[in-house]
């Protein structure tokens, strides 16, 4: 295979980033997970047979920001300076936010958007024997900032 059609035909590649500026990248993203009372109920008073769900998905939306481009194919390896990861239980569901935060030359979108999904499996995955109905959604970026396109800030 020749190397000068590699990226012809519409074949998925990596982003060339060796010629980007390292700047500071800042990514926030939000979900959430739905429940029943008995499970919510479970979470929020640690009444879990598997534990702290609260504090388990905390730890794996960490971990899963730092993993992302082991998940997710094409993304960059990225050194992450910051990752943190809140996960609030409000009426019935959990809110999810992560920020994360390099100095590079890629965004980290992608890192704060794994971050909050797999936080939000865990939750599942800790709750699921009380309730296998519940609804993991709402995942999106909600800001943005650093590299060339600028700021980015979801209209609430």
Do not use: F, W
């Amino acid at each position: 295979m020749e190397l000068t059609h590699l990226n012809d035909g519409g074949e998925a590649h990596m982003v060339d980033t060796g010629a980007k500026a390292d700047t500071v990248r800042i990514a926030e993203a939000r979900g959430t997970v739905s429940m029943n009372d008995a499970a919510y109920g479970a979470i929020v008073r640690g009444d879990l047979k598997k534990g702290d769900a609260l504090g388990a998905a905390r730890i794996a939306g960490i971990m899963a920001a730092k993993r992302t481009s082991d998940l997710i194919p094409l993304c960059h390896p990225i050194a992450l300076t910051r990752v943190e990861v809140q996960c609030e239980p409000v009426d019935g569901r959990i809110d999810i936010r992560a920020r994360v935060e390099c100095v590079g030359k890629t965004g980290v979108e992608m890192e704060a958007l794994t971050a909050v999904s797999v936080a939000a499996l865990t939750v599942y995955d800790m709750a699921k024997a009380i309730d296998r109905g519940m609804t993991i959604g709402n995942i999106e970026l909600v800001h943005k900032s650093g590299g060339k396109s600028g700021d980015y800030r979801r209209n609430e």
